[in-house]
């Protein structure tokens, strides 16, 4: 008897962060509805400005321009420097989730409020650090 290797086709590129960018728009917006669920007051206060109730429609939207301009940073470094876009790209979601949390730190809001809109960043940067880069070879 001889044993068979099965080997399942890896999804396409296109595919692959197709689902990167719904899996950074669904997740989030997981996270947000949990927290809703759980008594949440998504009520922030940016200085100077009225208080913003945040909603599910911010989450989705924020989420959604975020992984299409992702992509679209990434396919430039692919086009343009191929050897070191991974890891650029990974460099660079890193610093913009990084920085993407001094406007959660600088609104006033409840402490679960901050929590769970940071947590919706990180959850952003990792469906898309996780499914849009090529797969290490």
């Known amino acids: ?31 947000w509805a949990v927290g809703a669920l759980a008594g949440v007051d998504y009520t922030v206060e940016s200085p100077g400005q009225p208080a913003t109730v945040i909603g599910a429609g911010a989450i989705v939207m924020i989420a959604l321009v975020a992984a299409l301009l992702g992509w679209a940073v990434l396919a430039l470094l692919e086009r343009f420097a191929t050897r070191v876009a991974r890891p650029v790209w990974i460099s660079l979601a890193i610093v913009v989730t990084v920085l993407s949390f001094v ?33 290490r070879r």
Not at 105 to 130: M, N
């Open 103 to 135: 406007p959660v730190l600088s609104v006033e809001a409840t402490g679960g409020a901050k929590l769970a809109l940071g947590a919706t960043h990180v959850a952003v940067a990792a469906a898309l650090i996780a499914l849009l880069p090529r797969p």
């Open 1 to 31: 008897m001889s044993a068979a290797t099965v080997t399942t086709p890896a999804p396409s590129p296109l595919r692959r962060r197709a689902l990167g960018v719904a899996a950074a728009v669904v997740a989030p917006l997981a996270i």
